[in-house]
């Protein structure tokens, strides 16, 4: 097996927060394990001629090997914890605010404490329904 572009290409995989990079992300995890992800093909308008090269080469590559390609293995469970850790974080960053009295909010009125509530509410739903955080 040649040289495998889910290695080359880790850092934009699992580390990288932008737009490109998270539409790579999903096409990394459906390959992995399509009922964690499903990758929208809209994204590919985003792709500059860089993003667009990486992910053809992504591709070619699981057309060529699938899942027998232990990096594809390793990024895509490296993908999958960092979305649950996400969804970690937005439930402990919710449960933390809900802990404190929305006058007591330091980071602005308490109009801007409650929309930060709805914000970690409305991501926290979105998070569930992608199986980030465990259905409660």
Known sequence: MPDSP???YRNILVSENYSAAKALQDFALSCYNGHLAQFRGDALRNFDANHMAIFF???RHYHAYGEE???LL??????WENRQR??????????????IAPA???DG??????????W???AATDMKQKGWIPQT
């Open 69 to 71: 390609d232990p990096c």
């Open 57 to 59: 080469e992504l591709a």
């Open 120 to 122: 970690l509410e409305n």
């Open 86 to 99: 996400a969804g970690r974080k937005v439930l402990d960053d919710l449960a933390a605010l809900k802990a």
């Open 109 to 118: 009125t308490e109009k801007d404490y409650w929309d930060e509530v709805r």
């Open 6 to 8: 889910f290695s080359k």
């Open 104 to 106: 007591d909010f330091q």
């Open 74 to 79: 390793e990024v895509g469970a490296a993908i």
